[in-house]
């Protein structure tokens, strides 16, 4: 797809480039950066995006606490990451320049709003004087924009108010980045259309900016050359750009098709899980009931009852959701009945860190509810990765007659990929089966069990099968109410057994990377980007290490510790204070060595690869 215009001044060829776009959360750089991501999914880039949000719903304009930022790596290569530091930072004020300014490369772009950098500004961002005056700028390519008034130019005359003029700013800013990395105008001008087609004014507002902003980037003499990322060579298919939410979202959708059934979802708001809720909203001509509950604990037993008369029952939260859900989750495990609990894990511990990114719900997810209340636990890995893993969660739900817990977090529910959209044939149906009425004077036994411990998933109002569930214990067989000292002991025994069963019905544990050698990486959930480019990169300099990334966390996987004991150093990166080296050094008895981090954001690659050049040494 061709630039809008052509240029006149150089070119330059590049394989990857990194792009920030900062701001007041009211700049509409989310915007700014999604349009981008976008644009370049349909260049042919692989893409992977890193949306960071303020924590603050209000805060104060121009204040560090309401900066909004929205980060994108687009290359002609395969990615897996956002990118550790930017080669273009896009601040719209002083706040969103010196909390981002950290993060770009020694000789790096930066684009700001000179208009933003008033007295008042200043102050609020901690700034004594300007750093636009003071040198200490000069270690990178600054381009100082009056954008403000430049914007305002751009408008005139379409009779919007000052307010209502510099709402287009993020476009200025969008266009002069399209033209500095040969983005196509055409998709963002076809947004603007289908957006704000019903108010002629606005919607010619935002394509003067755009095109004032890529304008400007051509005809100015600051910019001296523009740069290039060619489409990457991606497998043939079609794809879309996909956030982890949405993955998770239109898989629940897909499963629900393949096992013939129909999908309910109760769950009540929370941060960064909403997304899921608002998007199967929008697919009831799929079947799709959503349900927004008034508390987690209506939104984990309605997702019980769905479940109980065949749905596919789903409820989603995250950390401090699955809390309260937690005496629910013991309902679904004691009724063995197949349910999909969804952890979009944040920053904890309480209301902890709402729009960061965190993976320290593992040992919740694993132990979090009363008594022994076992239940299998999978991760998805990258955004697109929450489709399939949605896909292998209820096949081992039905088949196991389960619950089982996915674990995504705020970093893969926010971020984007490209994702190649599945042939429909290559999805095999889920089996789902219910009991018949019974004949001949047949006995219906609701917990009887087959070869996988799996007791038969009857509907309500079967003639014939009619059957109790509830919190109370249940006799083995009968399903009756039991207090029986060995029964309980029996049923605990076979819930147990049950889940450990699982690990016979999934894939064997792979390994990226040589079968044996010095370090072997272990990871688990959106730490996959980090850890496989460091372990890459070590591996094309020839040192022996290797990188397992656990999809599967209850059970383990059946050939984890042979692979384990082929390594002469385990490294566990996680972004928590150490939850699966706790498990592994339970479990296999290895020196796991972590490396762990809790501030809210994800591994650098650098920051992986110097731990494990810290272990070869």
């Not at 298919?237 to 109760?266: D, H, P, W």
Request: hydrophobic share 40%; proline share 6%; charged share 20%.
């Amino acid at each position: 797809m061709a630039t809008t215009t052509e240029t006149s001044k150089a070119v330059v060829d590049l394989v990857s480039a990194t792009v920030r776009f900062c701001g007041d959360s009211g700049d509409g750089m989310q915007l700014a950066g999604t349009q981008m991501t976008n644009t370049s999914a349909l260049v042919g880039n692989d893409i992977a995006t890193f949306p960071d949000f303020p924590a603050e719903i209000r805060a104060p304009r121009g204040t560090k606490a309401g900066v909004s930022g929205f980060q994108l790596h687009f290359a002609a290569t395969e990615i897996f990451t956002p990118g550790d530091q930017v080669d273009a930072l896009v601040a719209m004020n002083p706040a969103a320049l010196v909390t981002n300014l950290s993060d770009l490369v020694p000789g790096g772009i930066l684009v700001v709003n000179k208009d933003a950098f008033d007295a008042k500004g200043l102050e609020q961002a901690g700034y004594k004087v300007s750093p636009l005056e003071d040198g200490s700028l000069d270690a990178y390519q600054l381009f100082s924009i009056e954008m403000t008034r430049l914007n305002r130019l751009a408008v005139d005359g379409l009779g919007l108010s000052q307010k209502e003029a510099d709402r287009c700013r993020n476009f200025y800013a969008m266009g002069l980045a399209f033209w500095l990395y040969d983005r196509p105008l055409e998709p963002t001008l076809r947004y603007i259309d289908e957006k704000f087609g019903k108010n002629p004014n606005v919607a010619e507002a935002n394509r003067r900016a755009l095109r004032a902003g890529y304008n400007y980037g051509d005809t100015t003499e600051a910019f001296s050359s523009q740069f290039r990322v060619s489409r990457a060579d991606l497998p043939a298919g079609k794809y879309r750009n996909i956030t982890g939410n949405q993955a998770m979202a239109i898989g629940l959708v897909v499963a629900a098709k393949r096992s013939n059934c129909e999908v309910f979802y109760g769950s009540y708001p929370i941060t960064p899980a909403s997304d899921i809720l608002h998007e199967l909203s929008r697919h009831k001509n799929f079947g799709v009931r959503t349900f927004q509950a008034e508390d987690e604990i209506a939104a984990v037993t309605s997702a019980i009852g769905a479940a109980f008369v065949g749905a596919m029952g789903v409820t989603g939260s995250s950390g401090p959701g699955i809390a309260l859900k937690g005496e629910g989750l013991g309902l679904a495990v004691m009724t063995e009945l197949p349910l999909l609990v969804i952890n979009v894990q944040r920053g904890g511990p309480s209301t902890g860190l709402p729009t960061k990114t965190e993976q320290a719900d593992l040992l919740q997810a694993l132990f979090g509810r009363n008594g022994e209340c076992p239940m299998p636990v999978i991760a998805a890995r990258s955004p697109a990765d929450c489709f399939d893993v949605v896909q292998e969660a209820w096949r081992i739900a039905t088949r196991f007659m389960t619950p089982v817990m996915i674990l995504s977090d705020g970093y893969l529910a926010n971020g984007s990929e490209p994702w190649r959209l599945p042939a429909v044939d290559s999805l095999e149906p889920i089996p789902v089966t219910h009991p018949a009425a019974p004949t001949n004077g047949e006995v219906f036994h609701p917990y009887a069990r087959d070869e996988r411990l799996a007791r038969p998933w009857a509907l309500p109002g079967t003639p014939g099968l009619m059957h109790r569930i509830g919190g109370l214990e249940k006799q083995d067989i009968t399903g009756n109410v039991n207090y029986e000292p060995e029964n309980h002991q029996k049923m605990v025994l076979l819930r147990a057994k049950k889940t450990a069963l699982v690990a016979q019905d999934v894939p064997e544990q792979t390994v990226d990377g040589p079968d044996a050698g010095d370090v072997l990486v272990v990871g688990w959930g959106g730490t996959y980007g980090a850890l496989a480019t460091a372990v890459r990169r070590l591996n094309s300099k020839g040192h022996k290490v290797a990188h397992a990334h656990l999809r599967y966390l209850n059970p383990l996987p059946r050939n984890l510790g042979e692979i384990l004991s082929r390594y002469k150093k385990v490294l566990v990166p996680e972004l928590n204070l150490g939850q699966l080296r706790m498990v592994l050094r339970a479990e296999y008895l290895v020196d796991a060595i972590g490396l762990n981090k809790v501030k809210g954001k994800p591994f650098s690659v650098n920051e992986v690869e110097a731990k494990i050049v810290e272990l070869l040494k």
